[in-house]
């Protein structure tokens, strides 16, 4: 894990005049000037981690991008990275540890939904803008009683990623109208971002005329799925829909496949990632996955960023959430820019009050980014519905389709 170095004796920002160079490969050089701390937590080891570290360069390389073209003058950023091991504790002492920091303005992450709901309160707490390129469950922006009155819990948390509500009623759409399954068996994680995907996904397919034909629970760490493939296969459903991650999914669908039940797993963001296909290895073929937004490779403001991503060498998987990590980052960037710009081009010199700039100006976020539109509706939710459905053909995730979540 990464610590910052927290400047505590005074609000004052640091002023530096030296360059500084990020430990995970990120250049800048102010010359001179204020430097300013972005934070950025995801799971960098352990489960999840593919998709972590591409949340870590996709803000890495904003970062360097807005340095190299000097979008705020006089100010440099630079990015600390916090490895919260998908851990809901950890992520919380994170934010103890990034809000903590007095040149610290903004935070990225992190990947996981029940991680955020334990850093939510200490953002705020600080007034500090906090920024998800991949958190999906409606609660964090819209309360608990989502559904039927939906109140906003933090004004300080943003998400450039769509919520469960639009996937999981995507994804039942494509099952049914699209593959024409009837009978789907539901399995989730018991957490909860995969508890909330399958409910929601559960609810909508029954809604539509499909038939649920059972449902489970398993654990994050199971390894021995025998006795789910057997249920699964008693109650003869035609497709496997999993809310969680790509660590167990991965093996489910293995298991399921090699116990003799040929049918497709479906799931969520969360299991598209590389490490999926390789870990379940042929059994995945056929295997579906929903992801937001588009194909970053499809997008012609994404190409040089993906361009910069594979020349810099970056581990991790860019494909489910570089390019919303990338616009999340520099959604903070240009909020600090126009807090700079509404003070006679000078940073305010007390960092509560540029804090406070920062989640305003964020708020008001409308800009071209290179996942496309970027800019926020009441609840800190992006306004940007696209999603698309997934599908491993010949050992790659193909897209099979797209559309506006509705």
């Given at each position: 894990m990464v610590i910052l170095t927290s400047v505590m004796a005074t609000g004052a920002l640091t002023l530096t005049a030296c360059g500084s160079r990020d430990d995970k490969g990120g250049d800048s050089d102010n010359g001179g000037g204020t430097t300013l701390t972005i934070g950025v937590d995801a799971p960098l080891s352990g489960e999840n981690s593919t998709t972590g570290l591409g949340i870590q360069y996709g803000a890495q390389i904003a970062v360097d991008d807005a340095n190299k073209?000097?979008?705020v003058p006089g100010v440099t950023f630079k990015l600390k990275a916090f490895d919260d091991k998908a851990q809901p504790a950890t992520g919380q002492s994170n934010a103890t540890t990034i809000t903590g920091d007095k040149t610290a303005v903004g935070a990225v992450g992190p990947l996981n939904s029940g991680v955020a709901q334990t850093m939510q309160q200490v953002f705020a707490s600080a007034n500090m803008v906090q920024i998800s390129p991949s958190n999906t469950n409606p609660e964090l922006t819209q309360g608990k009683n989502w559904q039927t009155d939906k109140k906003r819990p933090y004004k300080t948390y943003f998400r450039t990623a769509t919520t469960d509500e639009l996937q999981g009623s995507f994804a039942a759409d494509y099952a049914y109208n699209g593959l024409k399954k009837k009978k789907v068996f539901v399995v989730d994680d018991k957490q909860t971002y995969g508890a909330g995907l399958?409910?929601?996904?559960?609810?909508?397919?029954?809604?539509?005329?499909?038939t649920v034909v059972g449902t489970d629970h398993i654990n994050t760490g199971d390894k021995d799925f025998g006795s789910l493939v057997t249920k699964i296969k008693n109650a003869k459903a035609d497709l496997l829909y999993y809310g969680g991650q790509y660590d167990e999914s991965s093996l489910i669908t293995k298991?399921?496949?090699?116990?003799?039940?040929?049918?497709?797993?479906?799931?969520?963001d969360g299991m598209f990632a590389s490490t999926y296909i390789e870990t379940a290895g042929t059994a995945s073929e056929g295997d579906l996955a929903t992801a937001v937004g588009v194909p970053a490779d499809t997008l012609p403001a994404a190409k040089t960023f993906i361009e910069t991503y594979k020349s810099k060498g970056y581990k991790g998987d860019y494909g489910?959430?570089?390019a919303y990590s990338y616009d999340a980052t520099t959604a903070i960037i240009k909020a600090v820019k126009a807090a700079v710009d509404a003070n006679d081009?000078?940073?305010?010199?007390?960092?509560?009050?540029?804090?406070s700039s920062v989640v305003d100006g964020v708020q008001k976020s409308d800009f071209e980014g290179i996942s496309g539109k970027v800019a926020f509706d009441q609840y800190g939710d992006t306004t940007n519905k696209q999603l698309t459905v997934y599908q491993v053909t010949k050992g790659a995730w193909k897209a099979v389709k797209t559309g506006t979540a509705s």
């Open positions: 073209n000097k979008l399958a409910k929601i996904f559960n609810e909508q397919f029954k809604k539509l005329g499909g298991q399921l496949k090699g116990g003799g039940v040929k049918i497709p797993l479906f799931g969520g489910a959430y570089g081009g000078k940073v305010p010199s007390d960092i509560n009050t540029l804090r």
